[in-house]
């Protein structure tokens, strides 16, 4: 067995009249954890996909295993040994979690699980520690659930070289701890894992190695030994980067009245009894781990799911709620899974934007391009959408820049009240940091916030105040000026440290 796993060699790639990737020589050895990281539209995924079979290169060579590789697609490099996780999830939701782990090397054709492959999923599930049921329909599970369903269906594959584009960006930091423990366990046993993540931490703690990339080339390749956050981060922008929270507003005071009121909501999706407010220029964040009931909450209040209880924006009751009405109430909301609910794939950028907007952008129902164009430019501009055409088309950006549009679409129309479903998923650093500036800009300009993050540290840190949840219930409330990582998490895990714990009713594990 050589060595080196896969070895490109000034790999070239263009679409069109854009080169994305330029002069990549680069080797992946045996038995590492490889990071590969770098900005928005950087060309992480494209070289993943590359390897992976998935999209052609233009000049170069790749050589697998010490073949160079003629005619290369998404099959011949799974018979190759490589495995590639996307970042945009490409399961069967019609399928059970099973079937998709063993797509295309089950034991039968049936469908139907016999003892043996019933016995290998458990194995395999033992293995992540992921505790899914193998009967499940993908199609009803969370982002966070199919994601691990991705992970299993590499690993199943038995493949000598995973790639995992972004695998944790949806996970707990549980949850991810558990993921790196299997990217560990493949390490040991002589795989190769190709990791691309924007978690710098999760670079830090699990990677042997690290490439960093920009515009399309390598900056630096080697150890991670001696390398830090702001090391890694200033050679990703090409500059030192200020990766601290922005200072929040003063909070409103107590006296101003609240503009979103929600009483004792509860829903088919699982909310019990949830009451809540938020006034003009408050943040408020919701603290709880994956499936406690946030983006339930998020889509109950915006009218995407149906929910009982009531509803009041600016003190008049809003029942009658869908996602139409809430948009001309004044009501955004950015939800977390981008690719199913947020944007039209087939659609250019302008109008992923405007469509929702049409009154703002129009005079007495004529619409008037020159502003909707104005509009667009101004967004494409403030979260640095690359590429940067009005017109470009949403299907062929990268991640990152998917999310941003994402963000634009529901903050285009200057919205009082901002619901923000993970919004920073999936960007880069940069990025990360002027979606806080921005959280923050519409708290100072009076907007309400509700703020939904799996990263408790930054949820906590850009909340004034904060909500627990658990199990679909709001079990306690918190000052977030004040609270700690720790604390929240000792909170929602119901561990009684002290006797002025108020978050025991109802919180569990
Ligand atoms: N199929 C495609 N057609 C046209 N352009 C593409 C295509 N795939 C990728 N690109 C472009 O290639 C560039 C690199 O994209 P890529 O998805 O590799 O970036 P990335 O580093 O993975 O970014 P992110 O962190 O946002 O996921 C981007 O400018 C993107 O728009
Ligand atoms: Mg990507």
Known sequence: ??????????????????????????????????????????????????????????????????????????????????????????????????????????????????????????????????????GTIVADLRIAERQKVEIMRAIARDSRVIIMDEPTSSLTADEAEKLHHVIRWLRDDGRTVIYVTHFLDHVLATADRVTIMRDGRIVRSGDIAGETKASLVEAMLGEPADVAFPPLPAPPALSVAPILEISHLSSDTGLQDVSLDIRPGEIVGLIGLVGSGRSELARAIFGADPATGAVKVAGAPYDDRSPRRSVARGIGFVPEDRRKQGLDLVQMVRPNMSLPHLALVSRFGVLRPKEERRRTAEMIRHFNIVPGQIDGEVAFYSGGNQQKVLLSKWVYGNPKIVILDEPSRGVDIGARRRIHDFVVELARGGAAVLLISSELEEVISLSHRGYLMSEGRIVGTADCRTLTVEDALFRLFNIDRSAGDTARAGATS
């Open 1 to 134: 067995m050589p060595e080196i796993a896969i070895s490109l060699v000034g790999i070239e790639k263009s679409f069109g009249s854009a080169k994305i990737l330029n002069g990549i020589t680069l080797d992946f050895r045996r038995g590492s954890v490889h990071a590969l990281i770098g900005e928005n539209g950087a060309g992480k995924s494209s070289l993943g996909k590359i390897i992976g079979g998935y999209y052609s290169f233009d000049a170069g060579t790749l050589t697998v295993f010490g073949k160079p590789v003629g005619h290369w697609t998404p099959r011949a490099a799974l018979q190759g040994g490589i495995a590639m996780i996307h970042q945009e999830l490409q399961l069967v939701p019609e399928l059970t979690v099973a079937q998709n782990v063993f797509l295309g090397i089950e034991d039968n054709s049936a469908g139907v699980l016999r003892g043996s492959e019933a016995a290998r999923f458990r194995a395999l599930d033992e293995k992540c520690g992921f505790g899914l049921k193998p």
